[in-house]
């Protein structure tokens, strides 16, 4: 219970003056002990535990000591936007996939006919190449990829991203000091490569891509920046 009775300003046995911001202090707890004793946690999709035992929340990208933290959080006018947007996006989305569904039958029958006919070609060839900067020594990894049967290369570049320990499905349980990059091609499988989970150099000439049309090869090259890990 919060003293009321000798605060500056009250009289004896008056109960005091509450200020404002102990009055929104008292909501927020309420609101709090409300959402602990209604809310089941185990079912929010944007709540993780990491592997320092801390919270996060993958709506708004924010870190919270406790489920208590996170509870007040999800009160919040940033976590409410959030959720907003999100919707209105998922609605978005389901209209445009309700657009699409409806002009499926004015598609020509050899559109149908190819997109039925579509089968992956399989993995492509790649090396991986270890060395260091001549200047700074740092850590280089360099991914070469292969795609000779690929149609229409000035049209079809190769897109690669990089996915945390935490989304992959592979490896349980999820290791964090690991991180892993994704290289897609269609109609080709995507390959991922598990690299050191530590800050990347995004300067200039560090972090390179490149297609080569002719030749149907998609080389990418990183430096790390050693000693400086990423935070999950």
Same mark, same amino acid.
């Given at each position: 219970?919060?003293?009321?009775?000798?605060? *500056?300003?009250?009289?004896?046995?008056?109960?005091g003056v509450s200020s404002a911001q102990q009055s929104e202090r008292e909501r927020k707890e309420r609101l709090r002990e409300l959402a602990l004793e209604t809310i089941d946690l185990a079912k929010d999709p944007y709540l993780m535990r990491?592997?320092?035992?801390? !919270?996060?929340?993958?709506?708004?990208? %924010?870190?919270?000591?406790?489920?208590?933290? #996170?509870?007040? @959080?999800?009160?919040?006018?940033? @976590?409410?936007?959030?959720? /907003? $947007?999100? &919707? /209105?996006?998922? &609605?978005? =989305?389901? $209209?445009?996939?309700? +657009?699409?569904?409806?002009?499926?039958? =004015?598609?020509?029958?050899?559109?149908?006919s190819r997109s039925r006919t579509k089968v992956k070609i399989g993995r492509p060839g790649y090396e991986v190449s270890k060395s260091r900067d001549p200047e700074t020594n740092a850590r280089c990894l360099t991914f070469e990829l292969h795609?000779?049967?690929?149609?229409? &290369?000035?049209?079809?570049?190769? $897109?690669?991203?990089?996915?945390? /320990? !935490?989304?992959?499905?592979?490896?349980?349980?999820?290791?964090?000091?690991?991180? !892993?990059?994704?290289? /897609?091609?269609?109609? #080709?499988?995507?390959? +991922?490569?598990?690299?050191?989970?530590?800050?990347?150099?995004?300067?200039?000439?560090?972090? *390179?891509?490149?297609?080569?049309?002719?030749?149907?090869?998609?080389?990418? %090259?990183?430096?790390? =920046?050693?000693?400086?890990?990423?935070?999950?």
């Amino acid at each position: 219970m919060v003293d009321r009775q000798n605060r *500056v300003g009250s009289k004896f046995g008056g109960g005091g003056v509450s200020s404002a911001q102990q009055s929104e202090r008292e909501r927020k707890e309420r609101l709090r002990e409300l959402a602990l004793e209604t809310i089941d946690l185990a079912k929010d999709p944007y709540l993780m535990r990491n592997h320092l035992g801390t !919270y996060e929340c993958k709506l708004c990208l %924010t870190l919270h000591t406790n489920e208590a933290n #996170y509870l007040s @959080h999800t009160q919040g006018k940033k @976590h409410q936007a959030g959720l /907003a $947007r999100r &919707a /209105a996006m998922e &609605a978005k =989305l389901a $209209r445009q996939k309700e +657009g699409s569904d409806v002009m499926m039958p =004015l598609r020509s029958a050899t559109q149908t006919s190819r997109s039925r006919t579509k089968v992956k070609i399989g993995r492509p060839g790649y090396e991986v190449s270890k060395s260091r900067d001549p200047e700074t020594n740092a850590r280089c990894l360099t991914f070469e990829l292969h795609y000779p049967e690929l149609d229409d &290369a000035r049209n079809r570049q190769p $897109r690669h991203r990089f996915m945390s /320990a !935490y989304e992959q499905r592979v490896e349980t349980p999820p290791d964090g000091s690991y991180q !892993y990059l994704l290289v /897609a091609c269609d109609p #080709y499988e995507t390959v +991922g490569f598990k690299v050191p989970n530590e800050k990347i150099d995004r300067g200039e000439g560090k972090f *390179v891509t490149n297609w080569d049309v002719e030749a149907k090869v998609f080389t990418l %090259t990183l430096h790390f =920046l050693d000693g400086v890990p990423t935070k999950n």
